[in-house]
């Protein structure tokens, strides 16, 4: 008989005792079932609780033991809150009861019912009612008032950010989520299952392979054959690693010689090189614009355009950009004059397979190009993106823009129905992400769309036959797009339940909705009541806040929903919650038309900030402004100098552009409260989001004051703006990422410069 006989059940760990079993399991599980009777604070152990009762409250509660303290009962909640108590233990709640439904899915999430009850149209749910501190109802879901200006202590920021969650859990964007990072793995590939069950949870943990520091995939460096080697070793490869042989760099240099006309001196990077750009490509790009079937794909028989704009786009991602320019100024030309080949010259074949696949890759490389030139002021310049687009409009249409290929059932079928499906609804979202950046209409509108919503990303990552037909027979089925997208502005219809992507295309949807809303209010507005670019409600706006709602709930139905962008699943969830904050911040300001980032002049964007974007005081402003302030305190935490040096480049270019919004909005609001006799006074709710974010930037500017940082009403806003400016002023990939931290400093040196009358 084994003289451990207790086996967990998720990871190959043994034990003699029962507790021991259940102490390890908390490990996975994440639960904290000793709650502090003083406190939100709650804990795995007991004797981590009494150590808790014994350094915090049992020095300032001379004579008592932590076992007296423990079995009393909780003495009557004073009547003035200690600072973010209410703010942490909200938190706190939230983390457990989610670690709960963790713990009996197997790491899927399914939010407890109580998190599923929300205050209309506020997107944050109720607290339980098992929570620590009492949390009277408010306009917020859960109080953020019992405490009068100037009674912060630091102690009360520190409960706060002790309460910040920070492993890996899919927290709901309904919930204000904070943004969440792994820290970067040692080994080039990420075996992601590994990455709770290789913490060691008890001591003297026997070393196992798997949780060994050494490198998985060898010590020994890599040879670079001659380019004639061929290599049949590709099962030693890292996961995710494209092969390009010399075999295949041959046969795309004759066909570049086709482009001669385009391309007078026809060359390529050595096939060493291709690779790396390739797999730059599917570790960088791919899962934020997941358009390729990376089980089966095929560089051997892809075709020129693709190829090209594909190693000329991760490139960027390989850190080349010598590299990457020179095969876009040889991808551009090729893919061009293809497409005038093929679709302008009328003498394209009927409909038939073949012509489909050269719609596809064509479509493919000419997206891949424009993603490429968005980003940049001239190296290449951003224009061309604009004017790539109206060519993937115009085939799209001609294509058929809700045509796709029939489905017999196979396996081979449906990947190719899939990735037609997929490449429409991502270029939609990439023309909506031109009207976010530009300010410019979408060439799609939301209407025109009719298609069914993709598929799982567990069916579309199935890596063989057996297991996409196992992942399907557990998908609910996709949805039409616009069958979900009225289901979100209907309270009576049934929810649907989306996959990432899904969730992703609706969240653009929306945007597009507040875009064209925006535009048609600030007119009104403008012409009428001189207010610019303030938002007033409106009927149609309370049904977009419902929308969003729902949306939301929508988003926590779907087991792969994470803010995690080392998700298994991509990243999509963790970008659809950045643009759920923008969305918020749509509906309160219209900052698209104030920006003016296709200027590329950061003082020129800090002016029009600064002169033309107002707002309006309300329970509105100051919900969108806690959205703000929520998605800058994990990065507080961590340090903003290593979030923005190591975690940023995992990041979407779209979480740059929302950072810019969330930065200027949350500054204007802060001018808004911190003028020295506002009218109407602050509600309790403003109070303390404002005492909120003082203790926020007193914890990253050691010795500044309070008073200091309120002696004139921009001061604040500037240091805040700073934090965020901080974010995005490393060397990134992107000219426009740089460009919006540039911006956000001189937004910040124009606060500095600027004081409102009132003060001396």
């Not at 729902?550 to 988003?555: A, E, G, I, L, P």
Request: glycine share 4%; with cysteine; aromatic share 8%.
């Amino acid at each position: 008989m084994s003289s451990k006989p207790y086996q967990c059940q998720r990871c190959p760990r043994a034990f003699a005792r029962l507790e021991h079993l259940q102490r390890h399991d908390r490990s996975h599980t994440k639960e904290k079932p000793y709650v502090c009777a003083q406190c939100p604070k709650a804990f795995t152990r007991k004797d981590l609780l009494a150590r808790h009762e014994r350094l915090v409250h049992q020095a300032h509660q001379p004579g008592t033991s932590p076992s007296s303290q423990h079995t009393q009962s909780p003495s009557p909640a004073p009547p003035v809150s200690q600072g973010l108590d209410a703010l942490a233990s909200a938190v706190a709640s939230h983390a457990q009861s989610t670690s709960t439904a963790l713990s009996g899915s197997s790491g899927q999430f399914r939010p407890p019912a109580e998190h599923r009850t929300r205050t209309p149209m506020m997107g944050i749910p109720t607290p339980s009612a098992a929570s620590t501190t009492p949390l009277p109802g408010s306009d917020f879901g859960y109080s953020l008032g019992g405490i009068p200006p100037g009674s912060f202590e630091g102690n009360d920021f520190t409960s706060f950010l002790d309460s910040v969650p920070l492993p890996s859990h899919p927290y709901s964007p309904a919930f204000q989520p904070l943004p969440l990072f792994l820290p970067v793995p040692f080994s080039p590939v990420t075996d992601y299952a590994q990455s709770e069950r290789e913490l060691p949870s008890e001591p003297n943990t026997t070393s196992t392979p798997s949780s060994s520091v050494l490198p998985r995939h060898g010590a020994q460096l890599p040879s670079l054959q001659p380019e004639g080697y061929q290599t049949t070793l590709k099962a030693r490869q890292p996961t995710g690693f494209v092969l390009v042989t010399a075999q295949c760099r041959d046969r795309l240099l004759g066909s570049l010689r086709e482009y001669a006309s385009v391309v007078p001196n026809p060359s390529l990077p050595s096939r060493h090189a291709l690779s790396r750009c390739l797999t730059g490509y599917l570790t960088g790009f791919h899962d934020h614009y997941p358009i390729v079937h990376k089980p089966t794909l095929d560089v051997e028989s892809m075709g020129l355009p693709l190829f090209l704009s594909m190693a000329a786009l991760g490139a960027r991602y390989c850190r080349e950009p010598d590299t990457s320019m020179r095969l876009y100024q040889v991808a551009k030309p090729v893919t061009l004059e293809h497409f005038r080949r093929v679709f302008q010259s009328g003498t394209m074949p009927a409909a038939n397979a073949a012509h489909d696949l050269d719609t596809l890759e064509t479509l493919q490389a000419l997206l891949m190009l424009m993603a490429l030139s968005s980003w940049f002021i001239n190296d290449p310049p951003y224009h061309e993106a604009l004017s790539i687009r109206s060519l993937m409009g115009m085939l799209l249409r001609k294509d058929g823009l809700n045509r796709l290929p029939d489905h017999d059932g196979s396996w081979a079928t449906w990947i190719w129905r899939e990735r037609v499906k997929r490449l429409k609804f991502i270029v939609f979202c990439f023309f909506n992400i031109h009207t976010i950046v530009f300010d410019i209409p979408p060439v799609i509108l939301t209407e025109e769309m009719t298609l069914e919503l993709p598929c799982t990303e567990k069916e579309w990552q199935a890596p063989t036959v057996d297991a996409w037909q196992a992942a399907r027979s557990e998908s609910p089925g996709e949805p039409k797009f616009q069958d979900a997208l009225s289901s979100l502005f209907s309270p009576i219809s049934g929810m649907e339940q989306l996959s990432s992507l899904g969730s992703y295309v609706l969240i653009h949807a929306l945007l597009q909705d507040i875009w064209f809303m925006t535009k048609a209010n600030r007119l009104a507005l403008s012409r009428y009541n001189g207010l610019g670019s303030a938002i007033a409600p409106t009927p149609d706006l309370i049904a977009v806040e419902q929308a969003l709602e729902r949306w939301c709930q929508c988003w926590e139905r779907n087991q792969e929903s994470s803010i995690d962008p080392l998700s298994p699943h991509g990243p999509l969830s963790f970008t659809s919650a950045a643009l759920l904050r923008l969305a918020y911040i749509r509906l309160n300001a219209d900052c698209g038309s104030t920006r003016q980032l296709q200027t590329w002049d950061p003082v020129q964007i800090a002016t029009s900030l600064k002169d033309n974007l107002q707002v309006l005081r309300g329970d509105r402003l100051t919900r969108a402004a806690l959205h703000c302030a929520h998605a800058l305190s994990t990065p507080v935490k961590l340090g903003i100098g290593f979030v923005a040096h190591s975690q940023v480049a995992l990041w979407s270019n779209q979480h740059a552009l929302c950072s810019l919004e969330c930065a200027v909005l949350l500054a204007k609001w802060l001018e808004a409260v911190t003028v020295p006799h506002p009218n109407p006074g602050l509600t309790e709710q403003e109070t303390r989001l404002r005492d909120f974010v003082l203790e926020m930037v007193m914890e990253v500017q050691h010795g500044v004051s309070r008073e200091w940082l309120l002696a004139t009403n921009t001061r604040l806003s500037a240091a805040v703006t700073r934090l965020w400016a901080r974010l995005f002023t490393a060397d990134y990939i992107w000219e426009m990422v740089n460009l919006i931290g540039r911006s956000l400093n001189s937004y910040a040196d124009l606060l500095e410069s600027n004081t409102s009358p009132g003060y001396t």
